[in-house]
Structure formats: structure tokens, C-alpha cells
């Protein structure tokens, strides 16, 4: 069982981005699919969450430029981000809770995001 995530890459400040990640492998069904991120010296922290219903939630810094959605028939779970800012820059993790055969929580080997001033 692995996470993939792609999309990732360098932006200029005001720009956008869409993050998509896969979960592949023996997987009887997928619970809460999320996005973390972490920048250099800084804690781990939540961007976005969504659970298989599609009820959504969103850290605090991209509360209204951040859109989470899903594909459940493709276990893939998407991250847009809009007006993007130099201190946006971190390392993106894919993040979903899993059944295969008990529930366990995977993660991603996380994608690079730059924004440049």
C-alpha cells in the first residue's frame, strides 16, 4: 500500500497549484484523506482533510484559497490552492486513513512546493 502525490513544483507568489495524491495497493476502503505540510524548522500541520462523505476541513492559513476534493472510485484525493504566498513553501504530505484489513494511517513521501516572491 503507498501514497503517491504529484504536482508539486515551483510558483510565483499569486499563483496556483493542484496536488493529487493516489492510494494504490490492497485497500478495502478509504476513510479521511488529507494534506499536511511542513517548512523547514516548523512543525507538521494540517492544510486540508476530507472525509469518504466529503465533509471537509481546512487549517487556518488557507482558509479560503484551499479547495480539498476526492475521487473515491480512483482512491485520489486533489489539493487546489490559489493566491499563493512565499511562506506556503514546505513540503506537501498526502495523509489518508485506510482499510487494509484493520484501519492504519499512511502517508506520502511528500512533494516540494516553492512559491517565489
Known amino acids: 500500500v503507498q501514497l503517491v502525490e504529484s504536482g508539486g513544483g515551483l510558483v510565483q507568489a499569486g499563483g496556483s497549484l493542484r496536488l493529487s495524491c493516489v492510494a494504490s495497493?490492497?485497500?478495502?476502503?478509504?476513510?479521511?484523506m488529507g494534506w499536511y505540510r511542513q517548512a523547514p524548522g516548523k512543525q507538521r500541520e494540517l492544510v486540508a482533510a476530507?472525509?469518504?462523505?466529503?465533509?471537509?476541513n481546512y487549517g487556518d492559513s488557507v482558509k479560503g484559497r484551499s479547495t480539498i476534493s476526492r475521487d473515491n472510485g480512483k482512491n485520489t484525493v486533489y489539493l487546489e490552492m490559489n493566491s499563493l504566498k512565499p511562506e506556503d513553501t514546505a513540503v506537501y504530505y498526502c495523509n489518508a486513513r485506510l482499510d487494509t484489513r484493520a484501519l492504519y494511517n499512511y502517508w506520502g513521501q511528500g512533494t516540494q512546493v516553492t512559491v517565489s516572491s
Open positions: 476530507i472525509t469518504s462523505g466529503g465533509r471537509t
Open positions: 495497493g490492497i485497500i478495502f476502503s478509504v476513510n479521511t
